[in-house]
């Protein structure tokens, strides 16, 4: 089973500020990769697949990179609805696995 | 626009089995572009994924759950299923179900439309 790690547990940020959120792979998953977006009480939402490919209606602020074992969520300006708990996820080898999350708090 | 709904009891007695249906509203489950999965959150947080089934029933488990599983699809209901055996306190968990869309084509995808979950407790 390959182990997603995501750094870090809580990232504080301002609004208006980035954030860049990480997420290493136990072996490689080349472009294998998505990220999700989780706010209380709501189902996780798509964020980016394929590593950087935007999911429908995900605006440009989010961007993600990376392939192989390190990945990277960046996004800037943040507004505050994008305060939440942040996923990735692979897809490389059965069985998917998640990352353990990181929550993006206000500062 | 394409929806999914789970649906089943939220209180199983623990050693029973659990048994949840998705349905998907708005476009045919036998669309061969998708596969249909099921993943869980328990209370403390994160995703796990529990496995996911494609049109024909050709399905993948998790390893860490299978001998306890069973996925199935029903395409004249537009619905496909998960069943647990022998739940504990472990299984409790928020059971969402998804659409697996990988838009290129190989193992670059995601789960793109999500259910709205269902709590499930397990307690006697």
């Known amino acids: 089973e390959i182990v997603m790690t995501q750094s870090p547990a809580t990232l504080s940020v301002s609004p208006g500020e980035g954030a860049t959120l990480s997420c290493w792979a136990s072996?490689?998953?080349?472009?294998?990769l998505a990220w999700y977006q989780q706010k209380p009480g709501q189902a996780p939402r798509l964020l980016i697949y394929?590593?950087?490919t935007r999911a429908t209606g995900i605006p440009a602020r989010f961007r993600g990179s990376g392939s192989g074992t390190e990945f990277t969520l960046t996004i800037s300006s943040l507004r505050s609805d994008d305060f939440a708990v942040y996923y990735c996820?692979?897809?490389?080898?059965?069985?998917?696995?998640f990352g353990q999350g990181t929550k993006l708090e206000i500062k | 626009q394409l929806q999914l709904q789970e649906s089943g009891p939220g209180l199983v007695k623990p050693s029973e089995t659990l048994s949840l249906t998705c349905t998907v509203f708005?476009?045919?489950?036998?669309?061969?572009?998708?596969?249909w999965g099921w993943i869980r959150q328990p209370p403390e947080g994160g995703l796990a994924w529990i496995g996911s089934?494609?049109?024909?029933?050709?399905?993948y488990y998790n390893p860490s759950l299978s001998f306890r599983l069973a996925m199935n699809i029903d395409a004249s209901k537009n619905q496909f299923s998960l069943k647990v055996n022998s739940v504990t306190a472990t299984d409790m968990a928020v059971y969402y179900c998804?659409?697996?869309?990988?838009?290129?084509?190989?193992?670059?995808?995601?789960?793109?439309?999500w259910g709205r979950g269902t709590e499930v407790t397990v307690s006697s």
């Open positions: 394929g590593a950087s």
């Open positions: 708005g476009g045919p489950i036998t669309n061969s572009t998708y596969y």
């Open positions: 996820q692979q897809s490389n080898n059965w069985p998917y696995t």
């Open positions: 089934i494609y049109y024909t029933g050709r399905s």
């Open positions: 072996q490689t998953i080349s472009n294998n």
């Open positions: 998804a659409r697996w869309a990988a838009p290129g084509g190989g193992h670059a995808g995601g789960f793109d439309i």
